[in-house]
């Protein structure tokens, strides 16, 4: 009787002992989650507010020079400065300049590649669906000073489109398409990089 009790008391209190260390790790491993998700959270330690910004409140007037094309797609310079112009508008922070000579600052692009690769086949492995990728380079700085106030180079964003097999036409407007939408997503996140400051 006195073995038994003494096994049974040994067993209950290894099995206190092992809900307690359960407890302790189920505890440590919920702070270490909460802690990992404020690390997180805190990224940088820069956060936007509504209405906040990353640039001086001086630079008013935005002026989006020409963008240089070194791809071989002819016009791009233009769908992307339009892209680039659209996105000032919409953004509200700043007015877009009407020349360089007004303007407190400069979003200056430059074009390196533009590429279409295959993104899926269909039974008769033909594709039909492409990607296209661009890479640029994306300037903003102060006209006067020439201080870069954001840069980023080999910045890269790509979008997809359907291959209609047999109707050429087609997807060079399902390209055409994509390309536009190629262009207004880039200028969204660059003016989102660029009031950020990251």
Not at 29 to 40: Q, Y
Not at 59 to 65: C, N, S, T
Request: charge should be neutral; proline fraction near 1%; aromatic fraction near 8%.
């Amino acid at each position: 009787m006195g073995i038994g009790a003494s096994r049974s008391s040994s067993e209950r209190e290894k099995t206190m002992k092992e809900m307690d260390c359960k407890n302790v790790c189920y505890r440590l491993g919920r702070l270490l989650i909460v802690l990992v998700l404020l690390w997180i959270n805190s990224g940088c330690g820069y956060h936007l507010v509504a209405g906040e910004d990353n640039i001086d409140p001086a630079i008013q007037k935005i002026f989006v020079d020409t963008f240089a094309n070194r791809t071989s797609e002819a016009g791009l310079e233009n769908l992307f400065r339009s892209a680039f112009m659209d996105q000032v508008l919409r953004g509200g922070r700043f007015q877009l300049a009407g020349s360089r000579d007004e303007a407190d600052a400069l979003i200056r692009g430059n074009l390196q590649s533009l590429t279409t690769s295959h993104l899926s086949y269909s039974k008769t492995d033909l594709a039909v669906e492409e990607r296209v990728t661009v890479v640029l380079d994306i300037t903003f700085e102060e006209r006067v000073s020439k201080k870069i106030l954001w840069q980023s180079r080999n910045f890269s964003y790509y979008n997809d489109y359907n291959v209609l097999s047999g109707q050429t036409s087609k997807t060079e407007a399902e390209r055409k398409s994509s390309l536009v939408k190629l262009s207004n997503d880039v200028a969204e996140r660059a003016y989102s990089l660029i009031l950020s400051g990251f």
